[in-house]
């Protein structure tokens, strides 16, 4: 279990977090929502171990983590840029973490995670030869095969569209499931967090203001500006799937005109 008690996070004058406290529950799917700037990735960060927190304590399964280093807390991290080495192969992206420790994972698991990711056809290209999904893939496969006791994911879907990021949403579930995975996510879509998450943490201004289910967030807010955001937040992305629906018609209608079959326009794989 992740426990974080009153963590405080301050740069100089500027609070970015006051006081988060919450419990995670082993294998389960924290997902954090909140408004550009209000401290998502620092947490992010300072549970990953890349950040210190001004005050308060990280424990995982009752060890105080606190004060320990990154590389010795045993937390991954997929980045949302990805991360990958352009000049490696994608199998040597993946076992890349692997050559300074090589018996965390053997070729029969790393194989297992690659055929789960459906990666076998991908694995000796080069980075510059992959589609947005299959890097995802790639930089999942190389995070997991270093077995960590936590998954951080940092916008793992922002540069995905359709149904590219719907598959890979479906193979973040299935992993996290198959492998009783916890799994800390930071996204800006509500219905990314509340379809994929167990728990849903919003921050505004710092400070908690909801931490519970997705059902009881949308159920219940906990006050206006819950309420507000998960509304305004959806609304967006209902006007982008309008704004989406209208230019695929428009582009079907001049494939139309141009003789073009409506097959050629699907989109590319994940």
């Given at each position: 279990?992740?426990?974080?008690?009153?963590?405080?996070?301050?740069?100089?004058?500027?609070?970015?977090?006051n006081?988060?406290?919450?419990t995670?529950?082993?294998g389960?799917?924290?997902?954090i929502?909140?408004p550009s700037?209000?401290g998502?990735?620092t947490l992010?960060?300072i549970?990953?171990?890349?950040?210190?927190a001004?005050?308060g304590?990280?424990l995982?399964?009752?060890e105080d983590?606190?004060?320990?280093?990154?590389?010795?807390?045993?937390f991954?991290?997929?980045?949302?840029d990805y991360?990958?080495?352009p000049n490696?192969?994608a199998y040597?992206n993946?076992?890349?973490?692997l050559?300074?420790?090589?018996?965390?994972?053997s070729?029969?698991e790393?194989?297992?995670?690659i055929?789960?990711?459906g990666?076998e056809?991908?694995?000796?290209?080069r980075i510059?030869?992959?589609?947005?999904?299959?890097?995802?893939?790639?930089a999942?496969a190389?995070?997991l095969?270093?077995?960590?006791?936590?998954?951080?994911?940092?916008?793992?879907?922002?540069?995905?569209?359709g149904?590219?990021?719907?598959?890979?949403?479906?193979?973040?579930?299935?992993?996290?499931?198959?492998?009783?995975?916890?799994?800390?996510?930071?996204?800006?879509?509500?219905e990314?967090?509340c379809?994929?998450?167990?728990?849903?943490?919003?921050?505004?201004?710092?400070k908690i203001?909801?931490y519970?289910?997705p059902e009881?967030?949308?159920?219940h807010?906990?006050?206006?500006f819950?309420?507000k955001f998960?509304?305004?937040?959806?609304e967006?992305?209902?006007n982008?799937?309008?704004?989406?629906?209208?230019?695929?018609e428009a582009?079907?209608?001049?494939?139309?005109?141009?003789g073009v079959?409506a097959?050629?326009l699907?989109?590319?794989?994940a």
């Open positions: 279990m992740l426990e974080l008690k009153n963590i405080t996070k301050s740069f100089g004058d500027t609070h970015v977090l006081g988060i406290s919450l995670l529950a082993d389960q799917i924290m997902s929502l909140g700037g209000g998502k990735t992010l960060n549970i990953l171990g890349i950040t210190d001004t005050s304590q990280i995982y399964n009752g983590l606190t004060q320990v280093p990154m590389e010795k807390r045993g991954n991290i997929v980045f949302q991360a990958l080495f490696l192969t040597e993946i076992t890349y973490g050559r300074n420790n090589p018996g965390i994972s070729e029969a790393i194989k297992e995670l055929s789960l990711l990666l056809e991908h694995l000796s290209k510059d030869e992959l589609s947005g999904g299959q890097k995802q893939r790639v999942l190389r995070t095969v270093m077995k960590p006791k936590l998954l951080l994911l940092d916008e793992p879907l922002s540069a995905l569209d149904v590219i990021k719907e598959s890979i949403k479906a193979k973040i579930k299935q992993i996290v499931d198959q492998y009783k995975l916890t799994t800390i996510m930071v996204t800006h879509d509500p990314e967090a379809t994929m998450s167990d728990r849903v943490l919003i921050i505004n201004h710092g203001a909801q519970d289910t009881n967030i949308i159920e807010p906990a006050s206006d819950v309420r998960i509304l305004h937040q959806l967006v992305k209902r982008n799937i309008y704004s989406l629906f209208s230019e695929a582009d079907s209608r001049a494939a139309a005109a141009n079959p097959h050629a699907a989109g590319q794989e």
